[in-house]
């Protein structure tokens, strides 16, 4: 199916100025001037109350939401779509009411008790909104807490914003398990290692091509083709292997040859003989995915001769400090031009309007190379 038309939001704010424009509440601080006020007390919402098929999720009509103390409302722009928001929302309940998708990007426009009024107008990328909460980045407006809405530098855009959280999160955690690794990335943090990313044209392998080689690495990629060759080169690895066009072991180890130190891993059991035939004593797999096989078996005595470990990566259960180093590191690499989206970055944008979600998530779980993103305002 074709993508929607393209985004009208470049990431520019909208002619008003926030901040100048505040009014004090019995909840907090609002911008007078924003959106809220011309929509009047609803907003559009994508949401769904039982789980199944994209076609649960409906455009419906709620209440606008009113800051509490420490969070923050968003004037939602736009809503990234990853595989676990369509996962969660084919087995979940979707009970009371579930607004889907945890990343997204927009403008903060009221602010609760404790949150300081300079916040008000901030140009914001969100992590997490749906995690153990009902409202996801679905929908036009969205309180959450304030650290989940992250200042973006002035030359990032909105898009690239939404383009952020959990992909690059995950890359960030996957990037610190290596042997040696540092609990939070920075220039040179990773010089002197090579790290392989297995699947280079993903929305996390492409992260973790620009997170490694901004850290210092020399970064290794596996693709599947030209077209996701060319992709991964875009995003910034050193050396791109074909392993359908090529032995991937020996050519890995040919620019490797003391292997590889880490390995970002999304077919953990289809590629368990590759990462053993590449990785250097004493190096790790970090492992993001099952990519549709849910077991592998590997050599214990090897794995203890060798001493080499694989560790699993899901972000929303990793340790809370863990988060905010990823989320202090991705913050800094964007400030400086190190992490980047879109077709000139590796990682091509598809855009839908709200009403399409459904398709956006279909979209997504038919493995479409690049980035969905829903325009939601």
Do not use: C
């Not at 905010?324 to 992490?339: K, N, S, T, Y």
Request: aromatic residues 4%.
């Amino acid at each position: 199916m074709a993508p929607a038309r393209p985004s009208r939001h470049s990431g520019g704010l909208p002619a008003f100025n926030f901040r100048t424009h505040v009014r004090k509440g019995n909840k907090g601080l609002r911008g007078t001037n924003g959106l809220a006020g011309r929509l009047g007390t609803d907003m559009k919402a994508i949401v769904y109350t039982r789980g199944g098929g994209s076609d649960v999720l409906e455009l419906r009509e709620r209440p606008l939401p009113e800051p509490g103390p420490g969070e923050v409302r968003v004037a939602v722009r736009f809503s990234g779509v990853n595989p676990t928001d369509w996962k969660r929302r084919t087995g979940g309940d979707g009970s009371p009411e579930q607004v889907p998708n945890q990343d997204g990007s927009g403008v903060v426009d009221a602010v609760g008790a404790g949150v300081p009024a300079e916040r008000l107008g901030q140009r914001v990328w969100l992590w997490e909104a749906a995690y153990e909460r009902a409202d996801g980045t679905a929908q036009e407006y969205l309180v959450l807490p304030e650290r989940q809405a992250v200042p973006l530098p002035e030359q990032a855009s909105l898009e690239l914003g939404a383009s952020l959280g959990i992909p690059a999160m995950t890359a960030h955690r996957a990037l610190t398990l290596g042997p040696g690794a540092p609990e939070r990335l920075a220039p040179g943090a990773l010089a002197g290692q090579t790290v392989l990313v297995a699947g280079g044209a993903g929305a996390v392998g492409n992260a973790a091509i620009q997170l490694a080689r901004w850290a210092g690495a020399t970064v290794v990629t596996t693709v599947s083709g030209p077209e996701k060759a060319a992709l991964a080169k875009a995003a910034g690895a050193h050396h791109v292997v074909d392993y359908r066009a090529e032995d991937a072991a020996a050519a890995i180890r040919a620019l490797a040859p003391a292997g590889v130190e880490l390995v970002v891993e999304v077919a953990t059991a289809t590629n368990a003989a590759l990462d053993l035939a590449v990785l250097a004593t004493g190096g790790a797999v970090a492992f993001y995915s099952e990519a549709g096989v849910p077991e592998v078996t590997l050599p214990v005595r090897e794995l203890m001769v060798r001493n080499l470990s694989w560790r699993g990566v899901l972000i929303y259960t990793i340790p809370l400090e863990a988060k905010l180093h990823a989320v202090a590191a991705i913050q800094q690499a964007v400030a400086e031009g190190a992490l980047r989206a879109g077709a000139e970055a590796g990682l091509p944008w598809h855009h839908y309007p709200l009403e399409r979600t459904a398709e956006a998530h279909d979209a997504v779980q038919g493995s479409i190379v690049g980035k969905v993103l829903i325009d939601v305002g």
